[in-house]
């Protein structure tokens, strides 16, 4: 249980060790829902991310198919992306929703800490994955 409550700081500290200091930076976060195909955000690990990212300084975009409205609400000040490859013109990026259409974007270039084992994203020029 106790591992489960840290996975997504995990996720922080990969990022960490590509960009210590956030300040600034623009993060971005595919995925928002607690889990796939749902806009469901109650207890979902991107609220406990997200709020670090904020309190580190960090600008945030983000992008999921379904969980934005109600993920507005808790963070009304993010940056919120019309499509998901909007969100890769970031400094990094973060997966934290195992949606389909994320396996079709270009990573290739990019940072990228992977919280759901999106294969497609080791084409990544830095790739960091984790799985809750």
């Known amino acids: 249980m106790a591992l489960n409550e840290d996975q ?3 996720l922080l500290e990969l990022l960490r060790k590509h960009l210590p200091d ?3 930076r623009r ?5 928002l829902a607690f ?3 749902t806009d469901d955000v109650r207890e979902a690990p ?7 990212l904020l309190r580190e300084g960090a600008a945030v975009k983000a992008y999921d198919p379904k969980a934005m409205d109600n993920f507005r609400r808790i963070f ?3 940056q ?3 499509r998901a490859e909007e969100v890769l013109d970031s400094d990094a990026v973060l ?4 949606w389909e259409e994320f396996r079709r974007l270009d990573y290739s270039g990019k940072v990228v800490i992977d919280g759901r084992r999106i294969e497609e994203a080791r084409k990544a020029r830095v790739y960091e994955g984790v799985c809750w």
């Open 76 to 78: 009304p000040q993010l």
């Open 95 to 98: 997966i934290l929703t195992e």
């Open 35 to 37: 889990k796939p195909g």
């Open 22 to 24: 956030l300040r600034g």
């Open 27 to 31: 993060i971005g976060v595919l995925g």
């Open 80 to 82: 919120y992306c019309g």
């Open 8 to 10: 997504p700081l995990r």
């Open 46 to 52: 991107s609220i406990r991310i997200v709020g670090e």
